[in-house]
């Protein structure tokens, strides 16, 4: 049964996923407002492996749409979604947990809206945004986080992270709005 988190509040994968699953899916989803721009929303996903320091372990270990896969294997991008169209997630990241890398303490998963400034566009104008695991094989969702947040000049957003703990991977919601873009989420770590 999927539970509906609610900011900062954790979930434990090896309890969730009882059959001893090791490979998720983070989908994140979103609808454009139509009523806020006459532009296309391209809103992109991105995740961020950091080690103890809070910082990527390397440059190849922030994956998105120009490095779609970690280098160990364990995180992959799904694919660009331009328009926010249609039902279910927009993009997903697949994570293998058997693969990550033992320097990494967190898996930060992004939304950023590409060309923001240009297209003078930002979160407020973006509706009923989310970010869900699930398993990959039987595709029973663990957990959703649903962003309640009100948005003003935000044109990126942290919906959620993978934590290592001492009992395992846990699944977080930590929504944290930038104005900026994907570039300050670079900055913060790299």
Known sequence: MAIDLKKGSKINLKKA???GSKIFIVGLGWDPN????????DLDASAFLVGVNNKIIRD??????????????????????????G???DETLLVDTSKINSAIQQIVFSCS????????????????????????NSGNVIATYFLAEVA???TAFILGRLLNTSDGWEFEAYPVGYPGGLETLVEIYT
């Open 152 to 154: 003003s000049n935000e």
């Open 34 to 41: 139509p009523n806020a721009s006459s532009q296309a929303f």
């Open 113 to 136: 809206i590409n060309e923001a400034e240009e297209r003078r566009q930002n979160f407020s104008m973006v509706n009923n945004a989310y970010i869900r695991i699930y398993e990959q």
């Open 87 to 89: 039902e279910g997630d």
């Open 17 to 19: 996923a009882p059959l």
């Open 60 to 85: 190849e270990y922030f994956v998105f749409y120009n490095n779609p896969i970690s280098p160990d294997g364990s995180v992959a991008y799904g694919g660009d979604n331009r328009s926010g169209a």
